[in-house]
């Protein structure tokens, strides 16, 4: 089953490149995922807010083009912005002016829709702890082999998230959320990224391994809307997520673009706010890793008649790992380095009996002996001697 | 009366013992009127497995019980049943040995009044003769250990059985007339729970009573008699809470115990009278309020005690009575203690006035007190007002059979001296009030 998992992954880009197949096979091993998920969560509600709900649905749309499924999307949009009342062209959510793209057509499926969007079902979804009632499209089934993609937008500040006007989601609870994720074997790596006003406060407290972190604005900044349509009457987007998706819309399945590409997504000049970005977690280098690791779910499969010989290239690609890499805490990326994770909890204290101390022994049964002498009399003593 | 009471003994330890075995036992032992946080058996266990674990059995809010209980428990935790009946069967021959001795004396004292011809003449039914008074204490010891509250309280393994069992030593030891013994157990007591302090006057009227010192504030030799029991009652407290710091090495005990009694931080419902008040109480008043009703328990010391100081046996009952209705975590094993003397008084009924209401009450609050506990917590549709209610009318009646006993206790006094049938001074029938 591995084996046939690695040989499709290593044709992909065998295709994408020359024939040269050793060459290509060496990256793949470089990324060690095997399935994508994407968590995409719009957290405010009322018509003001369209451009949160146009945000959530344009990265969607993206990344159901690039191929994740619905399946292994799972949708949150807090409300419902294409059936409101004051909008002027219902079922329709458009993230461009002049109503160019409707991103809400008749294949959105919502997972969690209106007040089903609060910071106890997300963490649920997140680290899985969901009642054994709900249906699977509202999971997030991914396993230790899976990349995810988990993009919010909202209203935040700095280091907190909104949900619906009356909760919040704090750095530290998203960090440790992640943690449990990453103890769980929930991911393999994710790419975190935050739409909000001081959005870079939120990945400032994670400290679990393999993730990688953008937001929109630095603390102290806020992020702003891009564009608002007249005919609507609210804003359509916010600045980063529109330029962010008109650089995915120049991505396509065999695309070889990598994350740094994806940092320089909206300068200071076109955002007004500072982007930031995190990646001191991230065990591989970002240059490495595909916007197609994230964003897509690539699936191609190419047959060769050649054999190639894995071993060695495992051994290479973890040297190249090694040498990049050195600087950082984390072990290479070996099975059993990942034995330190394996046991996540202490181990509980060993079950050491409890003595009294033997002071305390001896001076009770030394007072009870002298307040029984002292009632009966000394002449019980000679029992005892 | 030894096998009697041998035979009493075998049917109690057999119907606990069946019921041990029974479902019940784990009912029970989650009922808030039978365990309160100071005597849960859950607790007992939970602060031992702390201690396991290396860990301070008296962090947290757990573990509410002196050192001594750990010490105790950490080697008979297995035995725990043999435990809690062994106390309640050492509690029951404790009193039947005092009451027995305490109709000895009732008896000479009463056979020397009717030769000096203290009697009047009329009051010559009101005098006791050693016929009825000879099953008094088979029927204290099966008014203690067949009472439902003792063997609920029992199966629930509380703690209260190991404090009803030192009390009773004490009481045991003070009839005796040993005074280092009563002082000891006394600072035992006190050492489990603070409120038999109050026994403290009692117990120095008895003993000086006994030894024919005069109480008369006056003499020097009733002072130095206090002076000598103060300092053995003082002297072991200091010795047992010292010891018990030695226990665990810190002094963390002190508030977690006695911090815990008298500052009633923990408001779960019992059939006392904190809860209610405490969980409705402003911050600002919490204070004043704790303080007042913690006075409220050890006032009526001074009172009773001047008033009934040529009786200290009975105000040895009142004093307990008082302490189980007005102390901060009461159980129904504190209630079955001073139940338990209600035979030695028995000759009393002739001017008991409300024994048919008490009862009464007292049944049928003791049958609500799960109902309402049900509809409140279970099915929702009462609330903490009706259990509480409940609770007050337990409370009231208990006053109420205390008070009813000390009334009729205080009439028959004035009808020995001063004759049954009362005249005024034109000869009309009189009647006796107390006011």
Same mark, same amino acid.
């Given at each position: 089953m591995k084996i046939l998992t690695f040989f499709s992954l290593f044709s992909t880009f065998l295709s994408a490149n020359s024939i040269n197949v050793e060459e290509n096979a060496g990256q793949f091993f470089s990324s060690g995922h095997t399935n994508n998920w994407a968590v995409l969560v719009c957290t405010s509600r009322f018509w003001f807010n369209y451009r949160h709900v146009a945000n959530t649905l344009s990265v969607y749309?993206?990344?159901?083009?690039l191929g994740i499924p619905d399946s292994h999307i799972v949708l949150m949009l807090a409300d419902d912005m294409a059936c409101n009342h004051r909008n002027p062209k219902p079922a329709t959510v458009f993230s461009h002016?002049?109503?160019?793209?409707?991103?809400?057509?008749?294949?959105?499926?919502?997972?969690?829709?209106?007040?089903?969007?609060?910071?106890?079902?997300?963490?649920?979804?997140?680290?899985?702890?969901?009642?054994?009632?709900?249906?699977?499209?509202?999971?997030?089934?991914?396993?230790?082999?899976?990349?995810? @993609?988990?993009?919010?937008?909202? /209203? #935040?500040?700095?280091?907190?998230?909104?949900?619906?006007?009356?909760?919040? !989601?704090?750095?530290?609870?998203?960090?440790?959320?992640?943690?449990?994720?990453w103890q769980k074997r929930r991911y393999n790596e994710l790419l975190f990224i935050i739409d909000t006003c001081q959005g870079a406060s939120m990945y400032e407290r994670f400290y679990s391994p393999n993730l990688m972190a953008l937001a929109s604005s630095q603390v102290g900044e806020d992020s702003l809307s891009h564009q608002p349509d007249l005919a609507i009457g609210v804003?359509?987007?916010?600045?980063?997520?529109?330029?962010?998706?008109?650089?995915?819309?120049?991505? /396509?399945?065999?695309?070889?673009?990598?994350?740094?590409?994806? &940092?320089?997504?909206?300068?200071?000049?076109?955002?007004?706010?500072?982007?930031? /970005?995190? $990646?001191? *977690?991230?065990?591989?280098?970002?240059?490495?890793?595909?916007? $197609?690791?994230?964003?897509?779910?690539?699936? %191609?499969?190419?047959?060769?008649?050649?054999?190639?010989?894995?071993?060695?290239?495992? %051994?290479?690609?973890?040297?190249? =790992?090694? /040498?990049?890499?050195? =600087?950082?805490?984390?072990?290479? *990326?070996?099975l059993s380095s990942f034995l330190p994770y394996l046991t996540p909890y202490p181990q509980k204290p060993k079950q050491k009996d409890w003595h009294p101390p033997d002071g305390f022994i001896l001076g009770l049964w030394t007072l009870i002996l002298l307040v029984f002498f002292k009632t009966y009399g000394i002449k019980h003593l000679k029992h005892i001697f | 009366m030894a096998a009697p009471l041998t035979l009493l003994l075998i049917v109690a330890v057999t119907i606990r013992a069946a019921l041990y075995r029974s479902s019940l036992a784990d009912l029970i032992s989650e009922r808030v009127e039978v365990v309160s946080p100071l005597t849960a058996w859950k607790r007992v266990v939970e602060g031992l497995a702390l201690l396991d674990l290396g860990v301070s059995p008296y962090s947290g809010d757990v573990f509410h019980e002196t050192p001594l209980i750990i010490y105790f428990f950490h080697f008979l935790v297995d035995y725990a049943e043999i435990t809690f009946m062994l106390a309640d069967v050492i509690t029951a021959v404790a009193l039947y040995m005092t009451v027995?001795?305490?109709?000895?004396?009732?008896?000479?004292?009463? %056979?020397?009044?009717?030769?000096?011809?203290?009697?009047? @003449?009329?009051?010559?039914?009101?005098?006791? +003769?050693?016929?009825?008074?000879?099953?008094?204490?088979?029927?204290?010891?099966?008014?203690?250990?067949?009472?439902?509250?003792?063997?609920?309280?029992?199966?629930?393994?509380? $703690?209260? #059985?190991?404090?009803?069992?030192?009390?009773?030593?004490?009481?045991? +030891?003070?009839?005796?007339?040993?005074?280092?013994?009563?002082?000891?157990?006394?600072?035992?007591?006190?050492y489990q729970s603070i409120y038999p302090l109050t026994l403290c006057a009692a117990a120095l009227l008895y003993?000086?009573?006994?030894?024919?010192?005069?109480?008369?504030?006056?003499?020097?030799?009733?002072?130095?008699?206090?002076?000598?029991?103060?300092?053995?009652?003082? #002297?072991?407290?200091?010795?047992?809470?010292?010891?018990?710091?030695?226990?665990?090495?810190?002094?963390?005990?002190?508030?977690?115990?006695?911090?815990f009694i008298l500052s009633v931080p923990d408001l779960t419902p =019992? !059939?006392?009278?904190?809860?209610?008040?405490?969980?409705?109480?402003?911050?600002? &008043?919490?204070?004043?309020?704790?303080?007042?009703?913690?006075?409220?328990?050890?006032?009526?010391?001074?009172?009773?005690? !001047?008033?009934?100081?040529?009786?200290?046996?009975? *105000?040895?009952?009142?004093?307990?009575?008082?302490?189980?209705?007005f102390k901060s975590y009461p159980t129904v094993g504190d209630i079955a203690l001073y139940l338990a003397f209600l035979?030695?008084?028995?000759?009393?009924h002739r001017f008991l006035r409300n024994i048919f209401l008490v009862s009464c009450v007292l049944l049928a609050c003791s049958a609500l007190f799960p109902v309402l506990w049900h509809l409140w917590i279970y099915a929702g549709s009462a609330n903490s007002n009706f259990y509480y209610a409940i609770t007050l009318l337990f409370n009231v009646a208990q006053i109420l059979l205390v008070s009813d006993y000390f009334y009729a206790f205080l009439r028959r006094e004035h009808h020995l001296t001063y004759g049954l049938y009362l005249k005024r001074k034109d000869g009309s029938e009189a009647t006796l009030v107390l006011k």
């Open positions: 749309r993206s990344v159901k083009r002016k002049n109503m160019e793209l409707n991103v809400y057509g008749d294949d959105v499926e919502v997972d969690y829709r209106g007040y089903e969007v609060t910071v106890e079902n997300f963490l649920r979804v997140l680290t899985g702890r969901l009642p054994p009632s709900t249906p699977r499209s509202k999971r997030l089934l991914s396993d230790d082999r899976s990349n995810i @993609l988990i993009y919010l937008t909202g /209203h #935040g500040g700095n280091g907190f998230l909104k949900f619906q006007d009356s909760e919040e !989601i704090s750095n530290v609870e998203l960090a440790d959320a992640f943690e449990q994720m804003h359509l987007m916010d600045r980063y997520t529109f330029y962010l998706l008109e650089f995915l819309e120049d991505i /396509h399945p065999a695309s070889k673009a990598n994350m740094k590409d994806l &940092f320089k997504v909206c300068p200071k000049s076109q955002c007004v706010s500072t982007p930031g /970005h995190r $990646t001191d *977690l991230f065990l591989r280098d970002p240059g490495s890793a595909l916007i $197609t690791d994230f964003f897509g779910s690539v699936r %191609k499969v190419e047959i060769t008649m050649e054999t190639i010989n894995l071993t060695d290239l495992i %051994k290479e690609a973890e040297q190249k =790992n090694i /040498h990049t890499t050195a =600087n950082l805490q984390f072990p290479p *990326l070996h | 027995k001795d305490y109709n000895k004396q009732v008896f000479r004292k009463q %056979k020397y009044a009717l030769e000096a011809d203290r009697y009047p @003449l009329d009051c010559l039914e009101l005098i006791r +003769s050693p016929k009825e008074m000879y099953y008094i204490p088979l029927k204290v010891a099966m008014f203690y250990l067949l009472n439902p509250f003792t063997i609920l309280s029992c199966v629930a393994k509380s $703690t209260c #059985g190991l404090n009803n069992a030192v009390i009773a030593l004490f009481i045991l +030891s003070t009839i005796k007339g040993n005074v280092l013994l009563s002082a000891v157990f006394l600072s035992l007591a006190t003993l000086m009573q006994r030894q024919y010192i005069p109480v008369n504030y006056r003499r020097a030799s009733f002072w130095w008699f206090i002076a000598q029991y103060a300092f053995m009652y003082l #002297g072991s407290l200091f010795v047992i809470v010292c010891l018990s710091f030695f226990l665990l090495g810190s002094w963390d005990y002190l508030p977690s115990v006695y911090g =019992n !059939i006392g009278l904190f809860w209610y008040f405490f969980a409705e109480m402003f911050e600002h &008043f919490r204070l004043f309020f704790l303080c007042v009703f913690q006075i409220n328990v050890f006032f009526y010391t001074i009172p009773l005690s !001047i008033k009934l100081k040529e009786h200290p046996v009975f *105000l040895i009952f009142m004093q307990l009575a008082v302490i189980s209705i035979p030695v008084w028995s000759h009393l």
